[in-house]
């Protein structure tokens, strides 16, 4: 069974810009998460969707934003990009039938370098 | 202060060493715990998963929760140069659905030498 990909695996864009960035989850997984990393800040929860439904939020700005289609891809997108947005962002899939915590896997992450 | 606390190392052990390695955490509504390994420039890697207190061995590894004292471990047997990487520890909590919202320790380097 393939694993979670992520596309790009590496972005450089300017300060201003916007990015989206892309995700495909297990087959048969419903849940998508999303997690910022940096060396200072560690692994940060951005949100996760379910049924193409937003089931859970961190503690990020607006400019973080995301979305997951029918077939469960996700999308995450930053807008108006600072050189703090500079980070790995890793993307976690799971079954997720019963919104108890299910095992999530997670893809390679797309290094993302703001410049 | 963080939720969950994690000693980043670097720890460097000889081959064949017991690794042992720990966090602590504040919030008292976390009931799931996970161990991931990350080699570098990779995705975390899941280890080990436990629900609430109590030990969990599988091969050379074996997790241990100890909800009352906020505290949980990961012992590595007879490691490897393999074992090589940054060890993260999760958790989570069930209220409002929020079982997938992980909250990471910063994790530990580990360096096996051979």
């Known amino acids: 069974k393939a694993g979670v990909t992520q596309t790009p695996r590496y972005l450089i864009k300017t300060r201003g810009q916007q990015v989206t960035l892309s995700c495909s989850p297990i087959?048969?997984?419903?849940?998508v998460s999303w997690y910022q990393q940096t060396p200072g800040q560690g692994l940060q929860f951005l949100f996760e969707y379910f049924s193409e439904t937003q089931r859970n939020k961190g503690n990020f700005p607006g400019r973080f934003s995301g979305r997951q289609f029918s077939n469960s891809r996700s999308e995450m997108n930053v807008s108006t990009l600072e050189l703090g947005d500079s980070a790995l962002y890793l993307c976690?899939?799971?079954?997720?039938?019963?919104?108890?915590?299910?095992?999530?896997?997670f893809g390679p992450g797309t290094r993302l370098l703001v410049l | 202060q963080k939720e969950v606390e994690q000693d980043p190392g670097p720890l460097s052990v000889p081959e064949g060493a017991i690794v042992s390695l720990n966090c602590t955490y504040s919030?008292?509504?976390?009931?799931?715990f996970m161990w991931y390994r990350q080699y570098s420039r990779k995705g975390p890697e899941l280890l080990m998963y436990?629900?609430?207190?109590g030990n969990k061995e599988d091969g050379r590894f074996t997790a241990q929760v100890d909800k009352s004292s906020k505290y949980i471990s990961l012992f590595i047997r007879d490691s490897q140069p393999s074992d090589s990487a940054t060890y993260l520890c999760a958790m989570s909590g069930t209220i409002n659905n929020a079982g997938n919202m992980l909250t990471f320790g910063g994790g530990t380097r580990l360096m096996v030498k051979p």
């Open positions: 976690a899939s799971s079954l997720s039938t019963s919104g108890a915590q299910e095992t999530q896997y």
């Open positions: 087959s048969g997984h419903r849940s």
């Open positions: 436990t629900y609430s207190s």
């Open positions: 919030n008292s509504a976390f009931q799931y």
